[in-house]
């Protein structure tokens, strides 16, 4: 009986002895892949979601934005048209979230870093001599070299065209207010663009042309006719020139391949704008206030596609 006994304890040593070291085994396995995943946005875009990739312990850049995220201060985003920053979000490994953002032209060697961590395939050595068309990243070569010289401080802007005319307004039935502090808070900011703005309709989907009448917008081909289509399918009004009627104006310029941008008219005869998740502001690239939109300066969005009409019965998503 003795015996017995000392046979079932020895099994149930080895037994426990087993899950322990199945454990302890578990908890090693998850300590080797362990560490922060950073995930970085550039933020660019005013109507299309901004680009983004992440970065692991893969990647060569790893190091590099472990050290710049622990060291570097959070300097805010731009406003206007274009080139905005980056946006870095961090994941540890028991899911604790933070983010950190490097604002345009506070720092050309960090900025050109992150943007250049896009290519995160390639071999250290390689990473000199690669141009960044040739990583495999998703950005085309218009964004990057947009977003290149925008760092090294060389911003063309639009000479300013003469006014022609008497001011624009909007029909007395249009009531839109040059209100930025409905816009600018927290949970609405960073949930709509321009598009939302411009129709004035907080969404929180970051509207895209289209999509609440069943069509999906070719990121890849942007051009005027497509956007202006699209709008006209979710119930805007096609219009020939800034006469709204009983709608209130809205006007959508293109950047060539890349992007859509919308402006909207306010009640106190200026136009106004929220470029992507950035805020709501009423100047235009150059910093000036516009009350002429053909001739505001639209920064790289060089097509002014026309007007449209936002009236009652519209639906966005």
Same mark, same amino acid.
């Given at each position: 009986?003795?015996h ?7 099994t149930?040593?080895?037994?426990? &002895?087993g ?13 080797k892949h362990?560490g ?5 946005t550039?933020?660019?875009?005013s109507?299309?979601? #901004?680009p983004?990739?992440?970065?692991d ?10 050290k ?5 201060p ?20 028991y899911g604790?979230k933070?983010s950190?953002?490097?604002?345009p032209?506070k720092?050309?060697?960090?900025e ?8 995160n ?5 390689e ?10 990243? &998703? ?5 990057t070299d947009?977003?290149t010289r ?5 911003i063309h ?8 005319g008497?001011?624009?307004v909007? &029909?007395?039935?249009c ?5 930025p ?11 709509n663009n321009?598009y939302?703005y411009?129709?004035?309709?907080q ?5 895209q ?11 890849s081909?942007?051009n005027?006719?497509?956007?202006? &289509? ?8 096609r219009?020939?020139g800034?006469?709204?009627?009983n709608?209130?104006?809205m ?12 402006y909207r008219?306010?009640?106190n005869?200026?136009?106004?704008h929220k ?6 502001? #009423?100047t235009d690239?150059?910093?000036r ?5 053909e001739?505001?300066d639209?920064g790289?969005?060089?097509?002014f596609?026309?007007y ?5 019965n519209?639906?966005?998503?």
């Amino acid at each position: 009986m003795a015996h017995i006994m000392r046979q079932l304890i020895i099994t149930l040593g080895l037994m426990l &002895s087993g899950v322990c070291c199945f454990n302890k085994k578990d908890h090693h396995g998850q300590s080797k892949h362990a560490g922060v995943t950073y995930q970085v946005t550039l933020d660019v875009f005013s109507g299309l979601e #901004d680009p983004k990739w992440d970065i692991d312990h893969t990647s060569p850049f790893y190091a590099r934005i472990e050290k710049a995220y622990k060291s570097v201060p959070s300097t805010p985003l731009g406003e206007h048209l274009g080139y905005h920053g980056f946006l870095v979000k961090t994941t540890e490994t028991y899911g604790q979230k933070g983010s950190w953002t490097v604002g345009p032209g506070k720092n050309k060697e960090l900025e050109t870093m992150l943007l250049k961590s896009c290519c995160n395939t390639l071999r250290n050595e390689e990473l000199e001599t690669s141009s960044l068309q040739t990583c495999g990243c &998703s950005l085309s070569r218009v964004v990057t070299d947009f977003v290149t010289r925008a760092i090294n401080g060389i911003i063309h802007h639009q000479p300013r065209r003469p006014h022609h005319g008497p001011p624009i307004v909007n &029909s007395t039935a249009c009531t839109t207010r040059y209100e930025p502090h409905v816009w600018n808070v927290r949970g609405v900011i960073r949930r709509n663009n321009c598009y939302n703005y411009g129709t004035n309709r907080q969404t929180n989907t970051f509207a895209q042309p289209g999509r609440a009448s069943g069509v999906r917008l070719n990121t890849s081909h942007i051009n005027a006719t497509l956007v202006y &289509s699209l709008c006209v399918r979710d119930g805007l009004t096609r219009l020939n020139g800034p006469t709204p009627g009983n709608d209130c104006l809205m006007a959508l310029v293109i950047w060539p391949g890349s992007d859509f941008h919308f402006y909207r008219l306010d009640d106190n005869g200026f136009w106004s704008h929220k470029p992507g998740r950035t805020a709501v502001i #009423d100047t235009d690239h150059s910093r000036r206030r516009m009350n002429d939109i053909e001739a505001a300066d639209h920064g790289p969005y060089t097509v002014f596609a026309g007007y449209l009409g936002v009236g009652t019965n519209i639906n966005i998503n």
